[in-house]
């Protein structure tokens, strides 16, 4: 049965996401979005920039099915705990390859050319982007941004709201810990216990 989807952001990576929609044979019904500049405004494929935000703008589209096209790991947990009680759309491009015994969260996204392998947990509102690879019995916990060209080994656990940057590489059986940035193009060969830092560099280092 075809979905209704209302798109929360209105930027290049929710027209990203619209076109997943799209592709999935949903219904893309428009954008909510707090820029008062595009009130109105087409944004892809015909669908306008409906409202804001706010709750009697959500309000309006309660049959319908929700997702949130916005990058930031903690705007999308400030969102989607303030409408917890909305239907969340999960987001999967029809060129993405998903293995067997995976599990995906309400309200991720997974973009073209994504890989996840067997036995992999991938919590809600994640975003696993374009071209970037989960291997084997990884869990990624909620609000987790993989970017494009990201890859995980084996048996990797990362903690909700970190964003591992584009082209990183983190080998098997590696931890790491909540709401860190893993700066583009960096290698993360340890363990990373500590919480709310960024780490650059092959190896990574804290800075």
Not at 47 to 73: A, M, P
Not at 104 to 125: E, F, Q, R, Y
Request: net charge neutral; charged share 20%.
């Amino acid at each position: 049965m075809q979905k209704k989807v209302v798109v929360i952001g209105a930027s290049g990576h929710a027209r990203v996401i619209a076109d997943i929609i799209k592709r999935s044979n949903d219904e893309i019904i428009g954008f909510l979005d707090d820029n008062v500049e595009i009130q109105g405004r087409t944004i892809f494929d015909g669908k306008k920039v409906l409202g804001d935000t706010s709750e009697e703008s959500v309000k309006k589209y309660v049959d319908c099915y929700f997702i949130i096209g916005i990058g930031s790991n903690r705007v999308r947990k400030i969102i989607s705990e303030k409408y917890s009680n909305l239907k969340w759309y999960t987001a999967i491009h029809p060129n993405a390859v998903i293995g067997s015994n995976v599990s995906i969260g309400d309200g991720s996204v997974l973009m073209a050319g994504t890989v996840v392998n067997t036995g992999t947990k991938i919590g809600k509102h994640c975003i696993i982007n374009t071209c970037s690879s989960i291997d084997h019995d990884n869990i990624l916990e909620d609000y987790v941004h993989l970017s494009p060209g990201a890859h995980l080994a084996g048996t990797v656990k990362i903690g909700e709201l970190t964003w591992i940057c584009a082209g990183v590489t983190v080998i098997n059986n590696i931890s790491i810990g909540e709401n860190n940035i893993i700066g583009a193009g960096a290698t993360v060969i340890d363990n990373i216990e500590e919480t709310n830092n960024t780490y650059v560099g092959v190896p990574v280092r804290k800075i």
